[in-house]
């Protein structure tokens, strides 16, 4: 199974991707199972998170905070090729918490057909203090 075959297999219709400078940019016809929608940058993709049902993305802290304070279930895929990996460092804090689920780009598809959403707890706005000071202690500055 493929990752489009995943995500219909899962109920989603609707595929959004933010792609950036990669030089990959998907043709709506390679997503034959699903209405791909696809997009370099914009201003702002909070409407995009707003309309989502569940928010796929890397594991930045601006990214993460995005998605948990719109109450979007949230998937994140970390970069395990990085040196010094924060972004592994606060996807486990936050999954130890029940707060996403985390996976590589080589278990995306797999984590996508096993995953269970109903185990997410809210994050909320009044724990931005406690991932603050997380984030310090994983950058070193505290």
């Given at each position: 199974?493929?990752?489009?075959?995943?995500?219909?297999?899962?109920?989603?219709?609707?595929?959004?991707?933010?792609?950036?400078?990669?030089?990959?940019?998907?043709?709506?016809?390679?997503?034959?199972?699903?209405?791909?929608?696809?997009?370099?940058?914009?201003?702002?993709?909070?409407?995009?998170?707003?309309?989502?049902?569940?928010?796929?993305?890397?594991?930045?802290?601006?990214?993460?905070?995005?998605?948990?304070?719109?109450?979007?279930?949230?998937?994140?895929?970390?970069?395990?090729?990085?040196?010094?990996?924060?972004?592994?460092?606060?996807?486990?804090?936050?999954?130890?918490?029940s707060h996403l689920l985390y996976c590589t780009c080589s278990t995306l598809t797999d984590t996508l057909t096993t995953m269970d959403l109903s185990v997410l707890v809210p994050f909320s706005p009044a724990q931005t203090t406690h991932f603050a000071h997380?984030?310090?202690?994983?950058?070193?500055?505290?």
């Amino acid at each position: 199974m493929n990752l489009p075959q995943a995500l219909k297999a899962c109920g989603y219709e609707r595929l959004v991707l933010q792609v950036g400078k990669g030089s990959v940019l998907p043709a709506p016809e390679s997503c034959p199972d699903l209405t791909l929608e696809v997009f370099r940058f914009k201003n702002s993709i909070s409407e995009d998170i707003g309309r989502a049902d569940l928010v796929i993305s890397h594991a930045g802290a601006g990214s993460c905070l995005e998605a948990l304070g719109a109450a979007k279930p949230l998937l994140v895929v970390v970069n395990d090729k990085l040196m010094d990996n924060h972004q592994l460092e606060l996807a486990r804090q936050l999954h130890k918490e029940s707060h996403l689920l985390y996976c590589t780009c080589s278990t995306l598809t797999d984590t996508l057909t096993t995953m269970d959403l109903s185990v997410l707890v809210p994050f909320s706005p009044a724990q931005t203090t406690h991932f603050a000071h997380f984030l310090d202690k994983a950058l070193g500055v505290q």
